[in-house]
């Protein structure tokens, strides 16, 4: 699986930024996904996941609320909706997907990585 993520960008505190990854591979349906974050200076962590058929969905709760997971297996994306953004939402987000089609949130069970998209958020 080959993953592309897209969509970051500058945005002002308050605002809406819709983040995108598109994977390859037949196997994308049955793919746990997930988005991560790594801010300048800290480690990689944990935004939300999705299960393969969407039906499930985890988030971190600092992004609990305003964030919004969901995935179209028919083409082959994930997405990552963040509303309400602020100052402390920025980072690098990275796509990820796992062999195993339910979530996780550490970093180390995932198996496929995309190549990260900023986001800055300025207050």
């Known amino acids: 699986v080959q993953l592309q993520a897209s969509g970051g960008g500058l945005v002002q505190a308050g605002g809406s930024l819709s983040l995108s990854c598109a994977a390859s591979?037949?196997?994308?349906?049955?793919?746990?996904m997930a988005w991560f974050r790594q801010a300048p200076g800290k480690e990689r962590e944990f935004v939300a996941g999705?299960?393969?058929?969407?039906?499930?969905?985890y988030y971190a709760d600092s992004v609990k609320g305003r964030f919004t997971i969901s995935r179209d297996n028919a083409k082959n994306t994930v997405y990552l909706q963040m509303n309400r953004l602020k100052p402390e939402d920025t980072a690098v987000y990275y796509c990820?997907?796992?062999?195993?089609?339910?979530?996780?949130?550490?970093?180390?069970?995932?198996?496929?990585w995309g190549q990260g998209t900023l986001v800055t958020v300025s207050s």
């Open positions: 591979g037949r196997t994308f349906s049955t793919a746990g």
């Open positions: 990820a997907a796992r062999r195993i089609s339910d979530v996780a949130t550490n970093d180390n069970q995932y198996d496929y």
């Open positions: 999705i299960n393969f058929s969407g039906g499930y969905t």
